[in-house]
């Protein structure tokens, strides 16, 4: 494995560089900069997607016959760390980078007809409806049913599905459904995408802890969606779900985002009093957290590039990509926490309004980073949990790489 960019990689580098120094606007980078939640609301999101969309980056992680731009996976790297760098706001995930891939890799000309096109041009949003209540890190338990009725066409669903992310916001959802409740609980299980427009789905909010509104239950009372809409056939939804959760949990560079992260904080540190002698960031008992931070940042994104090197090669990434969910997220709490210990009392501030930029923000106390450390925290706590918690990680990590 060779550790330093070639020369066609430093070039590709620099135009990526002068395209976010063009084409990134102010008012974007303050929004990512100023979102303490995973996803970044509409406003900047969709904004962000049209610019890369129009510029044909959108895609920078699908293969060129799918509309992508066919990167290999060094120039996925360098662009997603070049982002980070820059403030860019996170793509959602779930069109793009989740559903995206099934739908090329598994579906039928008609299909990636009909979806892959309005994920690239931002006209159709979606879902993921994997989840239910008592259906977790025990997915394949799951019970929402779905029965082909007798025109041979038609689906029915019935059953709930909890911290469904941007439901509200969803023109469909790509869900796993039991079709056959009398087979091996994985063999029951079909992959549905189902139009969310219909009197058949109701969404609650569920407002988190750090008063966001990201996630939501929704409830399945004789929703429809149609065989056309089935992707692979009946009993093939838990194979199609694992490759999916691979993606999820491996698809992209977690580290530049967590070294830009913890530059910030370096900064952040440099600047607040710390009541004693001189700026809070030259404590050493800091300093050495920092460094701790950092350390471990890099030595994530050395796992993460060797990751690439594998899938450069041609071959799967695997169990390591629960590796590198458990540290990444472990990580990006240990930052945050740090975010709140370093600015003190004004580290509590919660305010309940979102968004926390543009001209109806609330008004910070202190300084607009100190407002941010509290709802980031807060809403960081879900990061050991969601695309599977620690302790599944571990439990994968335990029995396919170490052998146990
Ligand atoms: C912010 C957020 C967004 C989410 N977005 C989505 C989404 O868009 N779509 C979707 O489908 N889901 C989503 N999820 C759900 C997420 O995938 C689940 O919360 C997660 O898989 C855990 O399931 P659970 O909540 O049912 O907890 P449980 O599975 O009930 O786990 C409870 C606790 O028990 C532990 N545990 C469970 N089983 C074991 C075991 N075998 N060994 C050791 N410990 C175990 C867990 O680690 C955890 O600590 C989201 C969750 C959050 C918090």
């Known amino acids: 494995m060779h550790m330093s960019f070639t020369a066609d990689e430093i070039a590709f580098r620099e135009e990526v ?30 904004e962000w997607q049209r ?17 992508g731009t066919g990167w290999d996976p060094v120039q996925r790297y360098i662009f997603e760390k070049e982002c980070a760098l820059a403030d860019a706001p996170a793509l959602s995930v779930l069109g793009l980078k989740l559903v995206a891939p099934v739908i090329y890799t598994f579906g039928t000309d008609e299909q990636k007809a009909r979806f892959l096109p309005r994920i690239l ?11 239910e209540p008592g ?80 996630v939501n239950q929704l409830f399945l ?83 993460e590039l060797r990751i690439l090197a594998e899938l450069k090669a041609g071959r799967r990434p695997g169990p390591q990509t629960s590796l590198v969910k458990l540290v990444a997220s472990s990580l990006r709490q240990k930052i945050d926490e740090m975010a709140v210990d370093i600015f003190g009392p004004y580290g509590l501030q919660l305010p309940p309004e979102r968004p926390l930029y543009g001209n109806s923000a609330p008004e910070p106390v202190g300084s607009r980073e100190a407002q941010l450390a509290m709802p980031t925290y807060l809403n960081s706590r879900a990061w050991t949990i969601f695309g599977g918690t620690n302790e599944v990680q571990k439990t994968i990590i335990a029995k396919t790489v170490l052998g146990l």
């Not at 610019?51 to 044909?56: A, N, P, R, S, T």
């Not at 041009?121 to 409806?129: I, L, R, Y």
């Not at 056309?228 to 009993?235: A, D």
Request: glycine letters at 10%.
């Open 135 to 214: 259906a977790g890190s025990d997915l394949a338990s799951l019970k929402t049913r779905a029965a082909l009725q007798g025109d041979g066409r038609t689906y029915r669903i019935n059953g709930s599905k909890i911290w469904t992310t941007h439901a509200h916001y969803a023109d469909w959802m790509f869900c796993l459904v039991r079709t056959n409740p009398d087979v091996k609980a994985q063999e029951g299980i079909t992959f549905l995408l189902v139009p969310m427009h219909q009197k058949g789905i109701t969404i609650r909010p569920i407002i988190t802890l750090a008063g966001d509104h990201e």
């Open 17 to 46: 560089r002068s395209f976010l120094a063009a084409s990134l606007p102010e008012h974007i980078r303050e929004g990512a900069r100023n979102t303490p939640s995973v996803f970044v609301e509409p406003d900047i999101g969709d």
């Open 121 to 131: 041009d931002g006209s159709e949003k979606w879902c993921q409806g994997y989840s």
């Open 221 to 303: 009372d004789d929703a429809e969606t149609t065989a056309e809409y089935r992707i692979g056939e009946e009993g093939q939804g838990w194979s199609i779900a694992k490759f999916l959760l691979e993606n999820e949990r491996g698809g992209s560079c977690a580290a530049p985002r967590l070294i830009a992260d913890i530059d910030r904080l370096r900064r952040a540190a440099g600047n607040q009093p710390s009541g004693t002698n001189g700026a809070y960031g030259h404590l050493p008992s800091v300093e050495a957290r920092l460094v701790a931070l950092e350390l471990e940042a890099q030595a994530l994104e050395i796992t």
């Open 51 to 67: 610019i890369l969309h129009e510029k044909g980056w959108l895609a920078y992680h699908w293969p060129k016959e799918a509309g």
